[in-house]
């Protein structure tokens, strides 16, 4: 035989054999993926259960459960159930692998503070602090609380609330008068019984009025009809 031939031979045989191996490394690689696939169990959806139907669920696919200790406030998701999960729901692990839950802890308890006494502004801002809500606001006018504060509330301190509802005083109404027209009067005069009733008069510049006696009351702010109240100032402009 020549060593030509020989050589094709041998080399036509070390192909086979490498062809061969690469089937099998092929179909090993893929046998074991399959076996790996076989194993694996989609990972189920645990949310808003509870932990006893959670560690059902995964243990009819050979999964285990450990619930974290540490417990989350929310809003939403009532006390008990889980509201998270790793790995997530839908993906793929092996069995024996364990899913790791946390379990909410309900809605954050707001103990509503007592603020009967304090002024609008301070329970305000108190119960912005504490993330409660005023549901309403109601306002009276009595001489028996201070004014601008809270005189009642609903639900009462030390209850459990999101939301509240405040009645503030706003303090006695201050009486008011009529104020009378002095057009023409003497102003002096006019200024005094006006400060005997309690108002802040001032009595401005002169102008000279023909025919108008000196001193004579010519202009008034505020004008003849107006409401004014104790303390409220008064200008009167007289004659020269």
């Given at each position: 035989?020549?060593l030509?031939?020989r ?13 061969l ?16 696939r ?16 959670a ?35 839908g ?36 119960l912005?602090?504490d ?26 301190g ?13 303090g006695?109404?201050a009486?008011?008068?009529?104020m ?9 005069r006019?200024a005094a ?10 009595i ?5 009025y ?16 107006f409401r ?11 004659s020269r």
């Amino acid at each position: 035989m020549r060593l030509g031939t020989r050589v094709w031979g041998i080399g036509k045989f070390l192909v086979l054999v490498g062809a061969l191996g690469l089937t099998f490394l092929v179909f090993f690689g893929l046998a074991m993926r399959m076996a790996l696939r076989a194993r694996e169990v989609e990972v189920p959806s645990l949310a808003g259960k509870s932990v006893n139907d959670a560690t059902r669920l995964v243990a009819a696919l050979g999964l285990g459960l450990r619930v974290d200790d540490n417990q989350r406030s929310d809003e939403k998701i009532p006390a008990g159930q889980i509201m998270q999960q790793d790995p997530p729901a839908g993906s793929r692990a092996r069995r024996q692998r364990t899913v790791r839950v946390w379990v909410s802890a309900g809605a954050r308890a707001i103990v509503v503070p007592p603020l009967i006494g304090q002024t609008d502004r301070t329970a305000r801002m108190r119960l912005d602090q504490d993330g409660i809500e005023v549901a309403s606001t109601t306002e009276v006018r009595s001489p028996d609380y201070p004014a601008d504060a809270v005189v009642a509330q609903d639900p009462p301190g030390q209850s459990r609330a999101g939301r509240v509802s405040l009645l503030i005083n706003r303090g006695e109404e201050a009486t008011t008068y009529v104020m009378p027209d002095v057009i023409g009067t003497e102003g002096e005069r006019a200024a005094a019984a006006l400060r005997r009733g309690g108002f802040r008069v001032t009595i401005t510049g002169s102008q000279p009025y023909p025919g108008v006696p000196p001193g004579t009351v010519v202009k008034q702010t505020p004008a003849g009809g107006f409401r004014v109240a104790a303390g409220d100032p008064i200008s009167l402009e007289v004659s020269r």
